[in-house]
């Protein structure tokens, strides 16, 4: 088998952010994987509040940012069952936003991220 990749076959690649309470991380990366995500990654972020406005409202400052490479034909529907968990799950507010993933270096990588592997 060629290692080159059919070209009608290449899909384009979006990085999908998506910012939720830390607690909720693992919860919120178990959603996206549905979606056929092979990669992800979850960081710890922390509020870009000041101190001030923390204390006041009483909100944690801690966030899960979680980062997931998918392929763009499959953005919409993943946003679309953040936005619905963002509104359903108690306590389950967060951000979710995708921004082009402009390159890859090399076939089998681009395979993994894009669930296009040889079966």
Sequence with gaps: MS???NEAS???LK???T???RQKGEF???VISQFDVNFQMILSGRGTATSEIIELLDLNPHKAVILS???EDKVESVIHALEDRFKTVKNGA???FAVPFSSVIGVNLYR????NRPQ
């Design 28 to 30: 919120y990366a178990d």
């Design 112 to 115: 993994f991220f894009s669930d």
């Design 10 to 12: 290449i899909k384009k």
């Design 69 to 71: 490479v998918l392929r």
């Design 3 to 5: 290692n080159s990749i």
């Design 19 to 21: 910012v939720v309470d």
């Design 94 to 96: 967060g951000i979710a």
């Design 15 to 17: 990085l999908l952010f």
